[in-house]
């Protein structure tokens, strides 16, 4: 099947400093990415919508300022938390839409955990 | 999207059938019905999807109403690694691909 991987799987970083996570599907190309969070016993919470080459789609309430996200290729996108502060401690999943065909699949990435101190 | 509805929680023994329901009343007729499950600390993992007909994989069965305002998936025998938190999803039609993820059910297999 298709596998998504993430980097780093889990990251602590001080309040005030900004942290790169990077998603890569490894043996497909993925025409778009998405970026969720999800908090301790909560569902996930779409963040934003990649596609490769062309800038993200945030949900609404989704500082893209501050969630940089880039997809500069059809195998890697990368979330990067700017002046993290510990609300935004959390758990970022990415997935990944397969080119081609229908591509109703998403294939989740393991998921980085985040903790701001 | 088209909203959906599952129970909380439901409970199973191992090696036994597990069906867990789920309403989408709202459902248009350009939705796919998708599910996906979560098991802890882990992203989620694709199940199955259906459009009109029933489905079948390796994983499970989704069977879809005649008036696909509800659906079941169906594990047909349960193991422990099956325990996880199962989503019932509406995808809109059209290029639109993003999931809106509810609160779904947690699964608790019993050995």
């Known amino acids: 099947g298709a596998v998504v991987s993430q980097h780093p799987s889990r990251v602590i970083c001080k309040s005030g400093t900004s942290v790169k996570i990077e998603c890569r599907s490894l043996?497909?190309?993925?025409?778009?990415m998405f970026w969720y969070r999800q908090f301790p016993k909560q569902s996930l919470m779409l963040m934003a919508t990649?596609?490769?080459?062309?800038?993200?789609?945030?949900e609404q309430g989704v500082e893209k300022d501050k969630f940089l996200i880039n997809h500069a290729s059809l195998t890697l996108s990368t979330l990067t938390v700017t002046s993290a502060h510990p609300e935004d401690s959390s758990f970022y999943i990415c997935s990944a839409r397969a080119s081609g065909g229908v591509g109703e699949t998403q294939y989740f990435g393991p998921g980085t955990r985040l903790l701001v101190l | 999207d088209a909203k959906t509805t599952q129970p909380n929680s439901m409970e199973s023994n191992e090696e036994e059938p597990v069906h867990l329901p789920c309403n989408h009343s709202t459902i248009s007729g350009t939705d796919y019905i998708h599910w996906y499950r979560q098991l802890p600390s882990q992203g989620p993992e694709y199940v199955i999807h259906g459009l009109t007909s029933n489905v079948n994989n390796r994983m499970a069965s989704l069977a879809i109403a005649e008036d696909r305002k509800s659906s079941t998936l169906i594990l047909h025998r349960a193991t422990l690694r099956d325990a996880a938190v199962y989503y019932c999803i509406l995808r809109g039609g059209g290029s639109n691909y993003k999931l809106t993820f509810g609160k779904g059910t947690l699964l608790t297999v019993n050995p």
């Open positions: 990649s596609n490769e080459g062309s800038k993200a789609t945030y």
């Open positions: 043996d497909f190309q993925a025409t778009t």
